[in-house]
């Protein structure tokens, strides 16, 4: 079965920060991997699909990037609007299916 | 507006069984693969079950494999999630979402519901 991890589990940063959060498959999906934003107490929103495929309406400080096993999500300029908990998601043809990674949390320092 | 709406959440005894729906209005529901991911309190993310747009093709998770079943109606734009064998590890707050694409199950979720919670307890 693939897993997916995710890197680092929490981080802390300011407002204007470059901020990076990694997802590994372990075993290659292609670019089947999604991107999901959950606000505390709010409904999971979908950011980036196939990898680096920005989502219509998504702020374009938002991208992805990566193929095969190794993934990145990166927050180019961090607003406070930007807290959140963010989790990878592999949809490919592969057991089990639609895993999502454990999340990283961002929060402003 | 694209929307999905769930219900049947509720409290119900270890062993009992609930069934969940959801409804959804604003899209071509009857092309759309359709899914249920869960959130237990204070946790992540976890995929239950997803169905074909057609209804004739579903997959689940190994954690709900033989207790959960997963259809649809189309001609009522309405899915329903039948849950079986119920324990404390299901738990959570139940969202139906939406593939993003039409041409295949495998995407991800670009419309999601607003929840519903199971408590499983006595």
């Known amino acids: 079965d693939t897993q997916m991890t995710q890197s680092p589990s929490s981080l802390s940063a300011s407002v204007g920060d470059r901020v990076t959060i990694t997802c590994r498959a372990s075993q290659g999906i292609s670019n089947y991997l999604a991107w999901y934003q959950q606000k505390p107490g709010k409904v999971p929103e979908l950011l980036i699909y196939?990898?680096?495929t920005l989502q219509s309406g998504v702020p374009s400080r938002f991208s992805g990037s990566g193929s095969g096993t190794d993934f990145t999500l990166t927050i180019s300029s961090l607003q406070p609007e930007d807290v959140a908990t963010y989790y990878c998601?592999?949809?490919?043809?592969?057991?089990?299916?639609?895993?999502f990674g454990p999340g990283t949390k961002v929060d402003i320092k | 507006e694209v929307q999905l709406l769930e219900s049947g959440g509720g409290l119900v005894q270890p062993g009992g069984s609930l069934r969940l729906s959801c409804t959804a209005s604003?899209?071509?529901?009857?092309?759309?693969?359709m899914t249920w991911v869960r959130q237990a309190p204070g946790k992540g993310l976890e995929w239950v079950s997803t169905i074909s747009a057609s209804g004739g093709s579903t997959y689940y998770s190994d954690s709900v494999k033989g207790r959960f079943t997963f259809s649809r109606d189309n001609s009522q734009n309405t899915l329903y999630l039948q849950m079986n064998s119920l324990t404390s590890e299901d738990t959570a707050v139940y969202f139906c979402?939406?593939?993003?694409?039409?041409?295949?199950?495998?995407?991800?979720?670009?419309?999601w519901g607003q929840g519903t919670l199971v408590t499983v307890s006595s």
């Open positions: 998601q592999k949809y490919n043809n592969g057991a089990p299916r639609f895993t």
């Open positions: 604003g899209f071509t529901f009857s092309s759309s693969a």
């Open positions: 979402a939406k593939g993003h694409l039409t041409t295949t199950s495998y995407c991800a979720f670009d419309v």
């Open positions: 196939a990898a680096s």
